[in-house]
């Protein structure tokens, strides 16, 4: 999941993973790749620690590491550590880092740790940050579908524009990429909005009071009605462009 920040990515990734959980498509992972880490407020589960805390008090000085351990094998057991298990999935939280210093190495450990975790699930779903920093440190490569996420604003199609001209520019491996455009208005003209990108429309998710009452009362996704309108949205979403029956394949 990438784009600008404020166009509800989180609470999508949120959804499409209740939709994969309900229909028993474990095992998953969720990956909450935002510094500013609220993914586990929608779900509903609080991760026991995050990459970016893990790397004060293991990734930076070799000598915490124990005895007859070497670097990657701690790294690897610290980061397993850092896991929220949950019922069809797990969650593993980015963070921020507590103290100073360079957040590179941090970013370089949760690529090549989610490479090989990801090995041990069906699914691997991460919600990036906003903007374009994370294509840019090419924390998010080797995608099979990419799903940016915009709001009904020119603004925002515009940056969904640079989000595809970057992964281009950066030479990232991302198979399929589609714009979704979030909380439409009823009778909004969205063609009229995606003539300002050259990406393939993937499903337009309607503006949903539900979501908002949910939020507020402080419930998360998996507390939402089945008769809430984005519900439908993401389930033909999940249909067409993650299970495969439209053109995507089964994806990570």
Not at 109 to 116: A, F, G, M, Q, S
Request: hydrophobic share 40%.
């Amino acid at each position: 999941m990438a784009g600008k920040g404020g166009t509800g990515k989180t609470t999508l990734t949120g959804l499409i993973l209740r939709e994969l959980v309900e229909r028993d498509e474990a095992p998953i992972l969720v990956v909450d790749a935002d510094p500013n880490a609220n993914l586990g407020e929608v779900l509903g589960v609080k991760a026991p620690a995050t990459v970016g805390g893990l790397r004060e008090e293991a990734f930076v000085g070799a000598r915490e590491i124990p005895t007859g351990w070497d670097k990657q094998s701690w790294i690897e057991y610290k980061m397993h550590e850092a896991l929220a298990e949950a019922k069809g999935y797990d969650l593993l939280v980015m963070g921020r880092p507590e103290g100073p210093g360079c957040y590179c190495y941090a970013n370089n450990l949760l690529r090549e740790y989610i490479k090989t975790l990801a090995k041990e699930y069906d699914w691997v779903l991460m919600d990036n940050e906003g903007g374009l920093e994370h294509l840019s440190r090419h924390t998010t490569r080797d995608v099979d579908v990419m799903l940016v996420v915009t709001d009904p604003s020119v603004r925002g199609m515009r940056t969904v524009e640079r989000v595809n001209e970057l992964i281009d520019e950066m030479g990232l491996v991302v198979k399929e990429r589609y714009v979704v455009v979030n909380r439409v208005p009823e009778g909004l003209d969205v063609q009229a909005l995606l003539e300002h990108t050259s990406l393939e429309p993937a499903m337009t998710i309607p503006q949903d009071p539900a979501i908002f009452e949910n939020d507020l009362a402080g419930r998360d996704v998996f507390a939402l009605g089945d008769d809430a309108v984005s519900r439908k949205a993401v389930r033909d979403l999940v249909d067409q462009f993650v299970l495969g029956n439209g053109q995507a394949g089964k994806k990570e």
